[in-house]
């Protein structure tokens, strides 16, 4: 059987289902479970260097460590308002990040600071692993 295609009635179911998936309220166990902060590592002569965006974020919500090499930081944002939200695009919950480190880093010299809502590790290089200019003889 056909049926005649009306443009107008089809807008408008497009238009109600894209009202629907806009502000249907999103789980708490998808929010936390897809979160994870933009993070760029970079080096210097000296140091390599982890920059994280935790915009919002307080210092007693984040917490950085070392274990066995390996680099974690991890935190959690807790909503300002549970009920009323018609749209929530800011991530709320808990995050973690982790990286294999290099044996060039001096883990016992590392240094983490938050300022204007990133997160910078500093992880120092070991002395003995510095790159140095050796210079050529004939």
Do not use: C
């Amino acid at each position: 059987m056909l049926t005649r295609w009306d443009p107008f009635t089809e807008m408008s179911r497009l238009q109600d289902e894209l009202f629907r998936s806009s502000f249907a309220p999103r789980g708490a166990a998808a929010t936390r479970s897809t979160f994870s902060p933009a993070v760029d590592v970079f080096e210097d002569a000296d140091a390599i260097f982890v920059q994280a965006e935790l915009p919002g974020l307080k210092l007693e919500e984040i917490s950085v460590g070392v274990e066995n090499d390996v680099l974690t930081f991890s935190g959690e944002r807790k909503s300002e308002r549970e009920e009323g939200h018609y749209l929530r695009e800011r991530w709320v919950g808990a995050f973690s990040r982790s990286f294999k480190l290099p044996r060039t880093v001096d883990v016992e010299k590392i240094e983490a600071t938050l300022k204007d809502g990133i997160l910078t590790v500093r992880l120092p290089k070991r002395e003995n692993v510095k790159a140095r200019r050796i210079e050529v003889k004939s």
